[in-house]
């Protein structure tokens, strides 16, 4: 499966943007499927989290301005944001996760860029 990202851009601060990761196969196998981050120096973190039931989390920055969701029928995956802060910026990358917790696959992205602009 092959993850590509897209919806990055340039926006203002205060804005919104609704990132998509496209794979090229069925989603439904994916146990987790994750957004994380990428600022220039800094170590990738971890957005949200979104399981095959549904189930989401978010990293305190994203709470209440991210809302991740999935659409298996579509085999993708969005990050809708708001409320953007230049801080936001960054290389956002998907990455999915299927198997077992001793036998399993990861795949991610390549990355959309986010910047932010105050």
């Known amino acids: 499966v092959q993850l590509v990202e897209s919806g990055g851009g340039l926006v203002q601060s205060g804005g919104s943007l609704r990132l998509s990761c496209a794979a090229s196969g069925s989603i439904l196998k994916m146990n987790v499927m994750e957004w994380y981050r990428q600022a220039p120096g800094n170590e990738r973190e971890l957005v949200a989290t979104i399981t095959d039931d549904d189930h989401t989390t978010y990293a305190d920055f994203a709470k209440g301005r991210f809302t991740i969701s999935r659409d298996n029928a579509k085999n993708a995956m969005y990050l809708q944001m708001s409320s953007l802060k230049p801080e936001d910026t960054a290389v956002y990358l998907c990455?999915?996760?299927?198997?077992?917790?001793?036998?399993?696959?990861?795949?991610w992205g390549p990355g959309t860029q986010v910047t932010v602009s105050s």
């Open positions: 990455k999915a996760k299927e198997g077992t917790s001793t036998l399993y696959s990861i795949y």
